[in-house]
Nanobody, 122 residues
Framework: QVQLVESGGGLVQAGDSLRLSCAASGRTFSNYAMAWFRQAPAKDREFVAGISWTGRRTFYADSVKGRFTISRDNAKNTVYLQMNSLKPEDTAAYYC???????????????WGQGTQVTVSL
């Protein structure tokens, strides 16, 4: 089992930045690829960014490419999502997830955090 706890969400204005964190415990964190997903009300959960277990490979949704950066610190068992130039359409609950390899399909992930809310106002 892997337990994931997100933090760092909040209410910001358009153009601001936020950094989300996801702290992992349980099984060896460095064995897992990690990803961030988000879900807005009445919408499906969508892939935002993913990172390989080594941290060498990263993947982004087109909608966040160039604005968001995913990173991980295996010594701290933590994955981060730096979000810059935030837009109102980025408003959603953000979830981190873990599995053996990065996938954009949420149904493929074994472990999920409880989510942290990000709200971006005009």
């Amino acid at each position: 089992q892997v337990q994931l706890v997100e933090s760092g969400g909040g209410l910001v204005q358009a153009g601001d930045s936020l950094r989300l964190s996801c702290a992992a415990s349980g099984r060896t964190f460095s064995n897992y690829a990690m990803a961030w997903f988000r879900q807005a009300p009445a919408k499906d959960r969508e892939f935002v960014a993913g990172i390989s277990w080594t941290g060498r490979r990263t993947f982004y949704a087109d909608s966040v490419k160039g604005r968001f950066t995913i990173s991980r610190d295996n010594a701290k068992n933590t994955v981060y999502l730096q979000m810059n130039s935030l837009k109102p359409e980025d408003t959603a609950a953000y979830y981190c997830a873990a599995r053996g390899g990065v996938d954009t399909d949420a149904s493929k992930y074994d472990y999920w955090g409880q989510g942290t809310q990000v709200t971006v106002s005009l």
